[in-house]
């Protein structure tokens, strides 16, 4: 069983910056293949980056702004987000999979004013 818990979420002005944390549980995870997806209001959940031990995939949208990044003693994923625009406004949710099985968080609301 895995447990994902994000936080960091919050209301920003455009060009600004967060940090999310997905912070993980569960004696199978493993924080190398945490990733990131979003959803806008309105549309389908997005892939924002993909982790695979330790390849990483950012979709083209976010590229060169967000960075990920661990912190293993805390069984922790962060997601850096910068140059902050309006259409980055949405749930962010933190995933993985084991075996057959999926796992998401509860979700954290980003809001990017302009």
């Known amino acids: 069983q895995v447990q994902l818990v994000e936080s960091g979420g919050g209301l920003v002005q455009a060009g600004g910056s967060l940090r999310l944390s997905c912070a993980a549980s569960?004696?199978?995870?493993?924080?190398?293949?945490i990733g990131w997806f979003r959803q806008a209001p309105g549309k389908q959940r997005e892939l924002v980056v993909t982790a695979n031990g330790g390849s990483t995939n950012y979709a083209a949208s976010v590229k060169g702004r967000f960075t990920i990044s661990r912190e293993y003693a805390k069984n922790t994923v962060y997601l850096q987000m910068n140059s902050l625009k309006p259409e980055d406004t949405a749930v962010y949710y933190c995933?993985?999979?084991?075996?057959?099985?999926?796992?998401w968080g509860q979700g954290t609301q980003v809001t990017v004013s302009s």
């Open positions: 995933n993985t999979n084991h075996d057959i099985y999926e796992y």
């Open positions: 569960g004696s199978s995870v493993n924080i190398d293949r």
